[in-house]
């Protein structure tokens, strides 16, 4: 079993979310863009974020396959080291053979701050790190026209791989996705290769 992990950032506390997080998670998931670019439940329920909370998230750190966090902000947090807001997910999937992929989403009132980036660079610096997950490889997918998921892996330094068409199974059925990585022997810096459709102004 992998122990639950709280990362700190300048800005951000990274911490497993828990039962009381189910109505933050339940509000954020009813944002249009989270249901587009996202594989979340449409239409999602409370029950959704309890089920997510206590069998994906728990689960996940048991096995050590998957390592998922609560975005929240430091200055909110309470005299007990707690935060009442969670702003938005970030987690490493399939972990495994030393890679694993990255996936994330953002609430709307916390979007345009620079707080994805910052939560994303933590990550990836705990993937690789040797007494973090010690990964060589982190995977992003993103279905194409995603822009701001694409903008935050770019900055983050991830190298554009390609985009594969209809690789990826949406709400309405097969579309193009687009995909990227970084290695653990990369430059943490944006990478030229990215498409201007994807990071363009």
């Not at 902000?73 to 992929?101: K, P, Q």
């Not at 009132?109 to 007494?131: L, N, T, W």
Request: aromatic share 6%.
């Amino acid at each position: 079993m992998t122990a639950p992990i709280e990362l700190r950032t300048a800005r951000l506390v990274l911490s497993i979310p828990t039962g009381d997080d189910v109505d933050d998670i339940t509000s954020a998931c009813q944002d249009e863009s989270v249901q587009r670019w996202t594989t979340v439940p449409s239409p999602y329920s409370r029950r959704d974020a309890e089920t997510f909370v206590r069998d994906f998230v728990t689960a996940g750190w048991e096995t050590g396959k998957t390592r998922t966090w609560a975005i929240r902000l430091a200055s909110e947090l309470d005299g007990d080291g707690r935060s009442a807001t969670l702003v938005g997910m970030i987690g490493l999937e399939g972990i495994e053979d030393g890679a694993a992929e990255i996936g994330y989403w953002l609430a709307p009132v916390a979007r345009g701050a620079g707080i994805m980036s910052e939560a994303v660079a933590a990550v990836i610096d705990h993937a690789f790190a040797a007494d973090g997950v010690g990964l060589q490889r982190v995977q992003w997918r993103a279905y194409r026209g995603n822009r701001p998921s694409a903008r935050v892996a770019h900055g983050a330094g991830l190298r554009f791989e390609g985009t594969r068409r209809l690789g990826a199974v949406g709400r309405s059925g097969r579309e193009d996705e687009w995909t990227a990585a970084i290695l653990n022997t990369d430059e943490r810096s944006s990478a030229p290769g990215w498409p201007a459709e994807a990071v363009g102004g």
